[in-house]
């Protein structure tokens, strides 16, 4: 039988000294990091075990969060990796055939601490007005004296290397030894769907770690490089600039994602900055430049490409904008088969609107 949680008191402190109270879900204990709010409808599982997310408390603002359990075959790596959990209703109950737990297992067994009865609506409009922050749960105490010291020392999101919590310790495979292609994987926080995307395209995959070195990474003889997906700042990763930097310089195809995107741009001589509170939902619209088709796309970043760096550089052309905002969504290097996008390509918001980006990428190896 499921477990199901009691009626508990939970608090939320926000670093503006906004209050929410709620019953506890989840883990009892206390958790901190940046709140930040999801706009999708489903997909909590993907959300949750998303090694972006690293270091941040969600706040689902959808109503319903887990009526459909979870299921093994969801997870994008091999835990949760969100900080916290903040919801509406949650549900004990799920009614999916195929779940093997309930999310409230899920959430114990990965020691999440959560909170729920709240008016989410409230918080992400607060959220969204008055940006993103730290935050404190608690279900094991309400004296805000105490929480408020706790929050105190809650480092900011500007300025946070987080790739390092994230990354595999070690290199590893993925794929068919005997597949067409070789390609080299920087694993800033890669989620598994993305491996597996590029992986079916008869491609041998080996994931480095963060700090991989140049030499480790040029050994394999990859065909083409890859850099993933990840949480924390890029402006505070000079090092792993440097290396996309020298990657560049082998001339051979690559594709980034996300933090990967970001990185690619520094490299350029591009900057980036933190944003007001982020993309993260799976209904973002995005326009492709070069074909003027529009995309439904499911994102995930606090940070982006800052426009005004872009004057300077004729080298690169922006490919992709984010209609909702014109935020640069991919960029591409006019002289080399080298491109990036800000968004998720393989997740299946509209449903399959952007995998075509992994078709191009494996497109250009054999045109290299």
Do not use: W
Not at 110 to 132: F, M, Q, S
């Amino acid at each position: 039988m499921n477990a199901s949680h009691s009626p508990q008191p939970a608090l939320l402190l926000l670093q503006d000294g906004t209050i929410f109270k709620g019953k506890a879900i989840g883990n009892i204990g206390t958790t901190t990091g940046e709140i930040c709010f999801n706009t999708g409808m489903t997909g909590y599982q993907e959300i949750f075990t998303d090694p972006s997310y690293f270091g941040q408390v969600m706040v689902m603002a959808n109503t319903h969060i887990g009526n459909y359990g979870v299921l093994d075959a969801d997870m994008e790596s091999n835990d949760a990796k969100i900080s916290g959990l903040v919801c509406k209703s949650f549900s004990d109950v799920f009614s999916r055939k195929r779940s093997t737990n309930s999310l409230y297992d899920f959430l114990l067994n990965n020691k999440i601490v959560g909170i729920e009865n709240i008016d989410t609506r409230a918080l992400v409009e607060h959220i969204r007005d008055n940006g993103a922050m730290n935050c404190v749960i608690s279900s094991e105490t309400e004296n805000i004296e105490r929480l408020q010291s706790i929050l105190a020392d809650v480092p900011s999101m500007q300025g946070l290397e987080l790739s390092s919590k994230v990354s595999t310790k070690t290199s590893y495979f993925i794929g068919n030894p005997d597949a067409k292609y070789k390609v080299a994987v920087l694993d800033f926080g890669v989620k598994k769907s993305i491996l597996n995307c590029i992986a079916e395209r008869n491609c041998y995959l080996k994931v480095f770690p963060y700090n991989a070195t140049e030499k480790d990474i040029f050994d394999f003889g990859a065909d083409a490089y890859f850099l993933s997906n990840g949480p924390g700042d890029p402006q505070v990763m000079p090092a792993e600039t440097k290396l996309v930097n020298n990657i560049l310089a082998s001339n051979k195809p690559l594709f980034g994602i996300c933090l990967g995107h970001q990185l690619l741009a520094q490299s350029l001589g591009l900057k980036t900055f933190k944003m007001h509170n982020g993309h993260r939902g799976i209904n973002h619209p995005v326009k492709n430049l070069i074909t003027g088709k529009c995309e439904i796309t499911s994102q995930n970043h606090g940070f982006a490409i800052d426009e005004s760096s872009l004057s300077n550089n004729t080298e690169i052309e922006v490919t992709h904008r984010n209609l909702n905002d014109n935020s640069i969504e991919g960029i591409r290097l006019k002289n080399k088969p080298v491109f990036s996008v800000q968004y998720h390509p393989e997740a299946a918001p509209g449903p399959l609107d952007s995998r075509y980006l992994f078709d191009d990428f494996v497109n250009s190896i054999g045109k290299n």
